[in-house]
């Protein structure tokens, strides 16, 4: 479930870099090929940063229950840093003392779980090997380039009919590799006509749907001391 917000969360600080000025730049038809375009637009700008940093909310529940407020969700903080460091922090809004942080230099991962604040945590690292599936993945995804999404997804885009709300450019992403498509299935990324990223939606074989909304987001701005890495004990 953490895995699927970091692919989510590189998925939107590519599509959503600069995404309004592609969009506004964008002919208003209603052809595939309209969006594909603007799609490439959004990359290319994307291109051009090196970080992306921000805040969101992840709400995961079954895809076939009624009620999808009966499932789980965490508020997080995220820094991303090109070609593959990234940093995110997951809390739960009921519980102060939980805390969750994903953290890769490029070169190792660590895992690090607080569940009560007068606890050690518990930290897992290793390296990230050649090769490795959801590291390599993430780097791929922040390259913000069409090749490099298309070496792990298929790509189509498809503009959203006025009458449908959010209107604006919708992004199906299916898994290339059978492992990844095992665990991640299939990502839907919303645009807005305004060229906004509206939402990002993640549905695992399992039955399961994530749903990353961003709250905040910044370009190239500074990060704190500490981030991309796990002080050793």
Not at 160 to 186: C, F, N, W, Y
Not at 194 to 212: F, H, K, M, Y
Request: charged share 20%; net charge negative; glycine share 6%.
């Amino acid at each position: 479930m953490y895995r699927f917000a970091l692919v989510g969360l590189c998925l939107f600080a590519s599509l959503g870099a600069a995404a309004e000025n592609a969009a506004k730049g964008s002919a208003e038809t209603s052809t595939d090929s309209t969006a594909s375009a603007t799609i490439d637009q959004i990359l290319a700008t994307a291109a051009t940063y090196q970080t992306a940093s921000g805040t969101f909310v992840q709400k995961t529940y079954r895809r076939d229950e009624a009620d999808a407020q009966a499932g789980t969700t965490h508020d997080g903080t995220f820094y991303l840093r090109r070609p593959q460091a990234y940093d995110v922090t997951f809390t739960k809004p009921d519980d102060a003392e939980y805390v969750l942080r994903l953290i890769s230099d490029g070169s190792q991962q660590w895992t690090v779980e607080q569940i009560f604040s007068d606890q050690i945590p518990d930290v897992s690292t290793r390296a990230v090997e050649a090769g490795e599936g959801m590291g390599q993945q993430l780097a791929r995804l922040m390259r913000f380039d069409r090749a490099a999404l298309a070496e792990s997804f298929t790509l189509r885009e498809e503009l959203l009919p006025e009458a449908q709300k959010p209107s604006g450019i919708r992004v199906h992403l299916m898994p290339r590799d059978p492992e990844l498509a095992a665990q991640l299935g299939t990502v839907q990324v919303d645009l807005t006509a305004a060229g906004r990223v509206a939402s990002i939606v993640i549905d695992d074989p399992q039955g399961n749907r994530t749903v990353l909304t961003i709250l905040s987001l910044e370009y190239d701005a500074p990060l704190p001391a500490g981030v991309f890495t796990w002080p050793a004990p």
